[in-house]
């Protein structure tokens, strides 16, 4: 069995979850927060059986698009006077951030 743990954008999450649910997988939605740009994200957890896993990363793939953001820039540009200002920049997210982790033991009690 692996886990794949997959970083969406929250605009892709909710069709993810249903094409995965409906392709009878199991997920966990994680509301979590991207570092860089410190907006939410959506964190899918999935355990799926080894037989399943180039299947589940097919949806992931098919259904998360990439995106381009504007975000205010974390380095900072020194003014006059000791003032400081950040600028805004373009980065690309997604579609999917995806980790896939083998799983020693599954149990549910
Ligand atoms: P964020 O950390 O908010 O990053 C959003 C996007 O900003 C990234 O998209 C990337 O295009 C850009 N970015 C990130 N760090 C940067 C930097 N130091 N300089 C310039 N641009 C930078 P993605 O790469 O598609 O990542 C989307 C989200 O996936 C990330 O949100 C983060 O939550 C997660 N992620 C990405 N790589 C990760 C990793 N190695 N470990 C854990 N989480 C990761």
């Not at 994200?41 to 355990?47: D, E, M």
């Not at 990439?66 to 006077?81: E, L, N, W």
Request: proline share 2%; with cysteine; hydrophobic share 45%.
């Amino acid at each position: 069995m692996k886990l794949i743990i997959a970083i969406v954008q929250d605009e892709d999450a909710n069709h993810l979850i249903g094409t995965l649910l409906d392709e009878g997988f199991s997920a966990t939605k994680l509301a979590t927060t991207g570092g860089f740009l410190k907006s939410g994200n959506t964190t899918l957890l999935l355990g799926v059986d080894d037989s399943r896993l180039e299947e589940a990363m097919g949806i992931i793939e098919k259904v998360c698009k990439s995106r381009t953001q504007i975000a205010a820039s974390p380095v900072t540009m020194g003014g006059s006077g000791g003032m400081y200002a950040s600028f805004p920049i373009e980065v690309t997210v997604g579609g999917a951030t995806v980790f896939v982790l083998t799983v020693d033991q599954f149990v549910k009690y």
